[in-house]
């Protein structure tokens, strides 16, 4: 299963941001705890390099390895999980802060001249784009991981956001 940004109708977009307030009223943590799992589950970890948001875990493994590594079944831990959301997203603030901010789209939003379905047309892909998802079809696991960001921004609320340095 995979999402096709580009044939996404007007009623797809509806229930996108419907189900992405939905996620925002969640538990912070447990919305922290989604993200790492999602994470794991890609094989990936949160990057330290700038303009890198997240990295595979294995770079230029040989088939060996990488099989050795599908196989491990050991699950990570809720609380390693929580972490590592926290990590995510505390990338996701310091790396898209100028594109989520600077976008004239943001001022309508926040000034309540547009929603924030005509907002999550522009963000979403600017996310996705932080990610390294070069394509425009997405995988249910990387749709956690913008979906989820776009969550907590949500609930820390855009203004509060950009108005901290």
Not at 20 to 34: F, G, W
Not at 115 to 134: F, H
């Amino acid at each position: 299963m995979s999402l096709n940004l580009t044939q996404l109708t007007d009623n797809d977009w509806k229930n996108l941001t419907s189900e992405i307030q939905e996620i925002s009223k969640r538990d912070e943590n447990d919305i922290y705890t989604t993200l790492g799992n999602a994470l794991y589950d890609l094989g990936y970890d949160v990057s330290d390099k700038v303009n890198e948001l997240i990295k595979p875990k294995m770079s230029m493994a040989s088939p060996k390895q990488v099989m050795q590594y599908v196989a491990d079944t050991t699950p990570i831990t809720a609380d390693d999980a929580e972490e590592k959301g926290k990590k995510y997203m505390e990338r996701v603030k310091e790396q898209l802060k100028p594109a989520i901010c600077n976008n004239p789209s943001l001022k309508n939003l926040i000034d309540g001249v547009t929603t924030l379905e005509n907002y999550l047309k522009v963000l979403l892909p600017a996310i996705l784009a932080a990610l390294g998802v070069a394509s425009i079809t997405i995988t249910p696991v990387i749709l956690t991981l913008a979906a989820g960001a776009i969550a907590l921004l949500i609930k820390i609320g855009f203004d509060a956001y950009c108005s901290t340095q």
